[in-house]
């Protein structure tokens, strides 16, 4: 059974940095055939991509509200990613999710609990 763990979400001041980390086990393929996601959803709002990181690291994609201030990673022996989360503003408040996704199976498409991120003075 695949089940995705995040991590590290909290309560933060404004400006401050959160490092959120995404455990991966029970994935029969290997890994670093994963695209990695990390989503989230404000309060009474939709489900949005925040970063993505290809197989062998070699791209990323953010979204244009958080470029420049979210880095994401990936740790293909230790099957993680990370989503390094530095100025962080109020708006930047919501429950995060990563998500893996393979990039040629249909159907092997995970996603975590979340982890909830709160920036508030």
């Known amino acids: 059974q695949v089940q995705l763990v995040e991590s590290g979400g909290g309560l933060m001041q404004p400006g401050g940095s959160l490092r959120l980390s995404c455990a991966a086990s029970g994935i029969s393929a290997s890994f670093a055939n994963y695209i990695m996601r990390w989503f989230r959803q404000a309060p009474g709002r939709e489900r949005e991509l925040v970063a993505a990181?290809?197989?062998?690291?070699?791209?990323?994609d953010y979204a244009d509200s958080v470029k420049g201030r979210f880095i994401i990673t990936r740790d293909n022996a230790r099957k993680s990613s990370y989503l390094q989360m530095n100025s962080l503003k109020v708006e930047d408040t919501g429950v995060y999710y990563c998500?893996?996704?393979?990039?040629?199976?249909?159907?092997?498409?995970?996603w975590g609990k979340g982890t909830l991120v709160t920036v508030s003075a």
């Open positions: 990181i290809i197989t062998d690291a070699a791209s990323t």
């Open positions: 998500n893996a996704v393979h990039t040629t199976i249909r159907g092997l498409d995970f």
